[in-house]
């Protein structure tokens, strides 16, 4: 198993352009998060999804769109990136059965 | 919502000696408690966790307890060691109607350094 995967591990936009952060499990999990963490904030929810085709905002949902098309993918895009989104991203996931979050190695985004 | 505050931010120790971060939260309808630990350049990891009924839980050298009165629960590691060192997270949640506990809040992390 690899577990919770996310690509890419690094990431350099300039303000305004956008791009798609890609998780995906493979623990048939229903649930899948996106976080965002940045110093002194600890960990804040940006959207979640409960099922295939189903998504919610989070805490911190403002500047990013979620699909969940297929139950093992999460994606988290933005479309006109700005600088106060640099940040580490982290994806999770979690099955009906459980209430551990399994979390990837997460994607730093640098925003200029 | 629920909030959740966790302290010190940051704690220095000296090997072997015992840490305990704090945490407290505002909705009494959390019912599950977890910990997390987060080294270096990874994501968080699941160390223990407990629920509100039960008021103490060990594991090896690290233990958590919870006081549902003062809405507050503790992580305790003994005899601490250098690997140790990461940070730590707090996090409280409410059972959805699913009946898992599926959404969590974090606090903001403790940054634990264990000084050989």
């Known amino acids: ?112 | 919502g629920e909030n959740v505050e966790q302290h010190p931010s940051t704690l220095s120790v000296q090997e072997g000696d015992s840490a305990v971060i704090k945490c407290t939260y505002s909705d009494s309808a959390s019912n599950y408690f977890p910990w997390y630990k987060q080294e270096l350049g990874k994501g968080p990891q699941l160390i223990i966790d407990i629920r509100s009924n039960v008021g103490e839980k060990k594991d090896q050298r690290i233990a958590v307890t919870l006081n549902k009165t003062a809405k507050h629960f503790s992580l305790h590691i003994t005899e601490t060691q250098p690997e140790d060192s990461a940070v730590y997270f707090c996090a409280a949640s409410i059972r959805g109607s699913g009946g898992s506990n599926y959404k969590l809040t974090f606090g903001k992390g403790t940054l634990l350094t264990v000084n050989p």
Request: include cysteine; aromatic fraction near 12%.
């Open chain 1, 1 to 112: 198993n690899a577990g919770v995967t996310q690509t890419p591990k690094f990431r350099v936009l300039k303000t305004g352009q956008s791009m798609t952060l890609l998780c995906a499990q493979d623990m048939n999990h229903e649930y899948m998060y996106w976080y965002r963490q940045d110093p002194g904030m600890g960990l804040r929810l940006i959207h979640y999804s409960v099922g295939e085709g189903t998504t919610a905002k989070g805490e911190v949902p403002d500047g990013y769109n979620v699909s969940r098309l297929k139950k093992q993918n999460f994606l988290l895009g933005l479309e006109s990136a700005a600088p106060s989104q640099t940040s580490v991203y982290f994806c999770a996931s979690t099955g009906i059965l459980y209430n551990e979050q399994f979390f990837g190695p997460g994607t730093r985004l640098t925003v200029l």
